[in-house]
């Protein structure tokens, strides 16, 4: 064979073999979209307004329940964008929402939500979330969220009245202290229930709160707010109900270390599983 047809039999191999690797490409693009579909609607809640966004499992994992999930104050975008896809990728009810668009009146009027507000909208994200997916009331909510919204795990999962359908808890990028919410009058807070100096909700020790609860906390090792360590030091040993899952990563984002933070995420919502299936056999 001279040069010219060994220039063109190396150039249509190249042209093949370049057109496998789109394709190989297209095919993983589409099975990571196409294993959950999404609704979303603007609901009307009792004290604000918002989007819940919410993937529809194709083939759901069981036990079903749903993951009622709340960004950090970036929006449904990065970190949070990446766990939201990758919880939906792998079989799970998720409804979604936006911290910072639950907190724009909020930071608006100046005044601070209390804990009856926030009890109110979260029951209600519970239940509308549920009919948008689809799901029985009955179906058990498993409360997520990153940084602020992993303040509102530690709430919802901590507040006696909606403790009945909340079955678990996984707080990520959690920080030391809540703001943006009022912390309940003295004599209705319990020993949980403690402040820092500018009157904040301390999250630590808030999830004595939440009991029998099994809470899984995600946290970086060079979290700029609180570091694993530092999480570690606060919650004391794991124990059958509390669980620290420490990733090696450069910042509050894990950055450096997101792969490890979905992973951990997998292992945390496969130890909640676990522990809703014993219950439901009871």
């Known amino acids: 064979m001279d ?14 073999a370049l ?13 990571g979209t196409d294993s959950y579909h999404e609704r979303e609607e603007r609901l009307a809640l009792p004290n604000r307004s918002l989007n819940l966004k919410c993937a529809i499992p194709k083939t759901p994992r069981l036990p079903a329940f749903l993951i009622l999930f709340a960004s950090g104050d970036g929006g449904m975008h990065g970190v949070s964008k990446a ?3 990758h919880m939906a990728e ?15 009146p909020v930071k608006s009027s100046g005044k601070f939500m209390t804990f009856p507000e926030l009890e109110a909208d979260i029951a ?3 239940r509308e979330g549920k009919r948008l997916l689809g799901l029985p009331e009955s179906t058990p909510t498993v409360a997520s969220g990153v940084s602020r919204g992993a303040s509102m795990v530690v709430f919802a999962a901590g507040l006696p009245s909606l403790q009945p359908g909340v079955r678990g808890a996984m707080a990520i990028a959690l920080t030391r202290e809540s703001d943006y919410v009022s912390p309940p009058a003295q004599a209705g807070r319990g020993m949980a229930i403690k402040l820092d100096k500018k009157g904040g909700v301390l999250l630590y020790p808030a999830l004595e709160r939440l009991g029998s609860i099994p809470v899984a906390v995600i946290q970086s090792t ?15 040993p ?7 899952y420490e990733v ?35």
């Open 90 to 104: 792998q079989g799970y009810y998720v409804a979604a929402f936006s911290s910072s668009e639950a907190l724009k």
């Open 222 to 236: 060079h979290d700029k707010y609180v570091p694993s360590a530092e999480s570690r030091r606060l919650m004391g």
């Open 124 to 126: 209600a994200l519970m």
């Open 238 to 244: 794991d124990t059958p109900t509390r669980r620290l």
């Open 83 to 85: 766990i939201y896809k």
């Open 19 to 31: 057109w496998m690797v789109f394709m190989v490409s297209v095919t993983l693009r589409a099975a």
């Open 3 to 16: 040069l010219v047809s060994n220039s063109r039999a190396w150039k249509l191999g190249a042209a093949v």
């Open 248 to 282: 090696e990563a450069g910042n509050h984002s894990f950055g450096g270390g997101q792969d490890k933070m979905l992973r951990d995420v997998d292992e945390a919502l496969n130890w909640i599983a676990a522990a809703i299936d014993t219950l439901r056999a009871k």
